[in-house]
């Protein structure tokens, strides 16, 4: 195998991984991560791998990415040897294999093509974290819990500081085949405007500047689940914190703008 040197980068994989683990997120070998980065290794042409789409604005960048069937019990244990390394060609429709492990998740043309839009729309998110929490998941199978809007006032009206840490609220993106590039697609459009991105009954998919952002953030509106469930489980449906007051919080830090308004 040959090795390579990423040394801060695989840290962040293993700490989060064992989060992953840790608390119960990414059953079996659930989930995927990847990191972008710029980066000299060279890709010969006798190497490309055509890519079923174009990625032209992380055309030579290279990226970190979790391998088929890892576990992050395991990545948190020692990440590298569960980690690969994959240089996009200077056409943007090609990439190959450079370093570390060798056999891809099968998210990887997802993976890519939320990159490119990341690339395009929020250049410093530079990681991409995908899991499977429980109470997120469940949220999908609430009747009328189906877009973006429903979800994001529901459950991030029920703690204070939720909406202040995700003001766009979370994406969401219809059931597809799970591995599916359409489901990459969607996912591409809809980080242009969220950090997070909820896949209907499958998880959630996380961008930060490193890991561990995308995994506070994913925290924060898996908490504010946890909080829904709990009240339901004692029999109130909440109606959660006033949209007034919300805006007010969203005001006094500046954030206000973020917040979607007529949807
Ligand atoms: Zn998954």
């Known amino acids: ?4 040197s990423y040394a801060e980068h695989l840290a962040d994989f293993k700490t ?11 059953e079996a070998a659930g989930g995927n991560m990847s990191i972008r980065l710029e980066a000299l290794a060279k890709l010969h042409e006798d190497d490309h791998i055509e890519l079923p789409i174009e990625v032209p604005y992380i055309a030579g960048q290279v990226i970190l990415l979790t391998g088929s069937g890892t576990r992050a019990r395991e ?6 040897p569960h980690i690969g390394l994959y240089k996009i060609a200077d056409d943007g429709r090609h990439y190959g294999w450079i370093a570390g492990n060798q056999n891809p998740s099968m998210e990887l043309p997802a993976h890519f093509a939320i990159h490119n839009a990341l690339e395009q729309y929020r250049p410093e998110d530079k990681a991409i974290l995908h ?15 189906d877009n973006s809007k429903t979800i994001s006032d529901k459950i991030l009206s029920l703690q204070s500081e939720a909406r202040l840490i995700l003001p766009e609220g979370t994406g969401f993106v219809e059931h597809e085949l799970p591995g599916s590039l359409e489901l990459g697609l969607k996912s591409a459009e809809a980080v242009a405007k969220h950090h997070l991105v909820l896949w209907q009954y499958h998880g959630l998919l996380a961008t930060g500047e490193t890991l561990a952002g995308a995994f506070d953030k994913l925290e924060v509106f ?21 949209e007034g007051e919300i805006k007010n919080t969203l005001t006094a830090f500046g954030r ?8």
């Open 1 to 4: 195998m040959t090795k390579f």
């Open 16 to 26: 989060t991984a064992r989060w992953l683990a840790r608390r119960g997120w990414s």
């Open 131 to 145: 899991t499977h929490p429980a109470s997120l998941i469940a949220l999908c199978h609430i009747p009328g819990f």
């Open 222 to 242: 898996e908490k504010s689940a946890r909080v829904y469930w709990q009240l339901r489980a004692a029999g109130i449906d909440p109606a959660g914190i006033d």
């Open 75 to 80: 990545i948190g244990v020692d990440a590298e």
């Open 256 to 263: 206000l703008a973020r917040y979607p308004t007529g949807i």
